[in-house]
Nanobody
Framework: QVQLVESGGGLVQAGDSLRLSCAAS????????MAWFRQTPAKEREFVAG????????DYADAVKGRFTISRDNAKSMVYLQMNSLKPEDTAGYYC???????????????????WGQGTQVTVSS
């Protein structure tokens, strides 16, 4: 089993920045793609950003390209999401996810990910 724990969410104003963190434990996750998703009560869970095991490839949703940056530190079993120039429409619960197969691609469908964290809330006021 793998446990994922997110942190770093909060209430900010439009234009501010936040850095989300995801700590993995239980089993080594260094060989697997990890991603961030977000969800609001009115919308289905959507892909935000993903990163392959060696950080060789990243992928972003169009809505966050140029503003968000995903990174990982395999030595610490951590994944990060740096969010800049936040907008009210970025308000959501943000979830860390692990794709439990050794691949070099980044799936964007949430049902392809096996392990999930409990989420951290990001609220951006206008």
């Amino acid at each position: 089993q793998v446990q994922l724990v997110e942190s770093g969410g909060g209430l900010v104003q439009a234009g501010d920045s936040l850095r989300l963190s995801c700590a993995a434990s239980g089993r080594p996750v260094n060989s697997f793609t990890m991603a961030w998703f977000r969800q609001t009560p009115a919308k289905e869970r959507e892909f935000v950003a993903g990163i392959t095991w060696n950080s060789g490839r990243t992928d972003y949703a169009d809505a966050v390209k140029g503003r968000f940056t995903i990174s990982r530190d395999n030595a610490k079993s951590m994944v990060y999401l740096q969010m800049n120039s936040l907008k009210p429409e970025d308000t959501a619960g943000y979830y860390c996810a692990l794709y439990w197969k050794p691949i070099v691609t980044i799936p964007i469908r949430p049902d392809e990910y096996v392990y999930w964290g409990q989420g951290t809330q990001v609220t951006v006021s206008s």
